[in-house]
């Protein structure tokens, strides 16, 4: 388990380590480098639009699922008070 762990954080560093050296890398490339920086540009505002729409899916799905919880108690609480008074 140990081990795992090991290489784990090993992967993590190569991957930092690499996304690093790319983007300083593109950054001294100047004009060369602009079809790269628009490309990742474009993607990361693919992933923000996505990254939203999943936030606000669940968000709703949670609001409505509260929202069913609450009416459902409220309509059992009636029904019992109104049973034995």
Do not use: P
């Amino acid at each position: 388990m140990m081990m795992m762990k090991y290489v784990y954080r090993l992967c993590m560093a190569g991957i930092i380590v690499f996304c690093i050296a790319f983007g300083v890398i593109i950054g001294k490339m100047g004009e060369k480098a602009q079809v790269m920086i628009d490309f990742f540009q474009c993607l990361n505002e693919i992933v923000m639009k996505l990254v939203w729409i999943i936030m606000w899916s669940a968000a709703a799905s949670t609001s409505h699922h509260h929202h069913r919880r609450h009416h459902h108690r409220q309509h059992r609480r009636y029904h019992s008070y109104h049973h034995w008074h």
